[in-house]
């Protein structure tokens, strides 16, 4: 049984940090690009940061391009999202992705709140 489990989330100041993690199981994780999405309400799912298999190359969207930073422990299964100098913009619910051809998983998600 594939699961993705996210924790980490929770209510942050504007320019807080949090680290969320996601920890696989029910596939070969190692062989799998990793992602995190991010939707927030009223708007669209959008990918925030990806890294593939091996951890050698990540990809960022432009709005958390130098904040955030993805990677991932394939000894542990878990990939992680560094997320530093938060803003109100970024409070949304973040969901960890697993892809690997016509192969995808998706988390329940972890709601980010960034509020004073």
């Known amino acids: 049984q594939v699961q993705l489990v996210e924790s980490g989330g929770g209510l942050v100041q504007p320019g807080g940090s949090l680290r969320l993690s996601c920890a696989a199981s029910?596939?070969?994780?190692?062989?799998?690009?990793m992602s995190w999405y991010r939707q927030a309400p009223g708007k669209e799912r959008e990918l925030v940061a990806g890294?593939?298999?091996?951890?050698?190359?990540?990809h960022y969207a432009d709005s958390v391009k130098g904040r955030f930073t993805i990677s991932r422990d394939n000894a542990k299964n878990t990939v992680y999202l560094q997320m530093n100098s938060l803003k109100p913009k970024d409070t949304a619910v973040y969901y960890c992705?697993?892809?690997?051809?016509?192969?995808?998983?998706w988390g329940q998600g972890t709601q980010v709140t960034v509020s004073s």
């Open positions: 992705n697993a892809e690997r051809g016509f192969s995808r998983y």
């Open positions: 890294v593939t298999s091996a951890g050698g190359t990540t």
């Open positions: 029910g596939f070969i994780f190692s062989m799998y690009v």
